[in-house]
């Protein structure tokens, strides 16, 4: 089992940078892609973006690509979402999320532990 938690959002302004960071418990983490969700009041859970087991493979969506990075460091068990040119679009609750799969998937269902998210709040 793998335990999630996020941390690292706040309350920026437009046009500003955030990184997100997602803590996994356990000696597994390596054995987990690696996604990143959101969802605004109202909304669905979205995915934002994903990264392989080992980091080697990236997938964003459309709407952050350019501007979203996710990373990982296996050895310090964290996987992060560096945010820059933050719209006010962005604002939601971020949540990381982890799959057995080897290079994770767009779909809520593919990912098997969450973590509690966290508040991103953008304004102009």
């Known amino acids: 089992q793998v335990q999630l938690a996020e941390s690292g959002g706040g309350l920026v302004q437009a046009g500003d940078s955030l990184r997100l960071s997602c803590a996994a418990s356990g000696r597994t983490f390596s054995s987990y892609a690696m996604g990143w969700f959101r969802q605004a009041p109202g909304n669905e859970r979205d995915f934002v973006a994903r990264?392989?087991?080992?980091?080697?493979?990236?997938y964003y969506a459309d709407s952050v690509k350019g501007r979203f990075t996710i990373s990982r460091d296996n050895a310090k068990n964290t996987v992060y979402l560096q945010m820059n040119s933050l719209k006010l679009g962005d604002t939601a609750v971020y949540y990381c999320?982890?799959?057995?799969?080897?290079?994770?998937?767009?779909?809520?269902?593919?990912?098997?532990?969450w973590g509690q998210g966290t508040q991103v709040t953008v304004s102009s």
């Open positions: 990264i392989s087991r080992s980091g080697g493979s990236t």
């Open positions: 999320a982890a799959s057995t799969t080897i290079y994770g998937t767009n779909s809520v269902q593919g990912y098997k532990y």
